[in-house]
């Protein structure tokens, strides 16, 4: 076993988890998830059967990541965010077979106590507000707020807002990369060398 997992955590037969990775207390990983290297599983998560995690996803607390979910790498899940996967769910109804997919592509954040509604999938380092409820695709780089969640704005990889001038162009303050928008899509340019 190359990872660790707290003596409270239930991992069920059938899962795949990477090196490195680390779950904690009360988490419960059911049967057929697959969890890559150098992730942080928090406290009280559940990943249910057939979820996909990337590399070095970091899952905060109270999380759900229900079937029909994937996580590329370097995504954060933030405190109690959950994601759906029934559209129409009614207890007297069995929809399994029907779930949707949802996909949170590489180096996404989503913030504490999110909502994913399932089948819109979150794109590149988006960025997703706290308490925002996600009911349509979200463009790469786009920041997403409010309830149903509107863009707001950009974000650069490095999760700084960007502010683009007149000629569409935008600098990360920390990182000094630079952005370009066009026809309604952000791109990160190569660096000038």
């Not at 707001?152 to 001038?165: C, Q, R, T, V």
Request: aromatic share 8%; glycine share 10%.
């Amino acid at each position: 076993m190359d990872y660790f997992a707290h003596e409270t955590a239930v991992i069920d037969e059938g899962c795949q988890i990477g090196n490195g990775t680390k779950i904690w207390h009360f988490s419960h990983i059911m049967p057929n998830a697959v969890i890559g290297q150098r992730c942080n599983i928090g406290q009280n998560v559940v990943i249910s059967p057939e979820v996909v995690l990337g590399n070095n996803v970091k899952v905060q607390n109270n999380v759900s990541i229900y079937t029909g979910v994937t996580c590329e790498d370097d995504v954060f899940l933030g405190p109690s965010c959950v994601f759906t996967n029934v559209i129409n769910p009614r207890s007297a109804v069995n929809r399994r077979g029907q779930y949707a997919t949802t996909v949170v592509k590489k180096g996404a954040s989503i913030g504490a106590n999110a909502t994913i509604v399932c089948g819109n999938d979150i794109g590149e380092f988006a960025f997703i507000g706290a308490g925002s409820v996600v009911t349509k695709h979200v463009p790469a780089y786009a920041l997403i707020i409010g309830n149903p969640g509107k863009q707001s704005g950009w974000m650069s990889e490095f999760g700084h807002k960007l502010d683009f001038s007149n000629d569409n162009m935008a600098v990360c303050p920390e990182s000094d990369d630079k952005y370009k928008l066009e026809n309604g899509k952000v791109h990160k340019l190569a660096p000038s060398n």
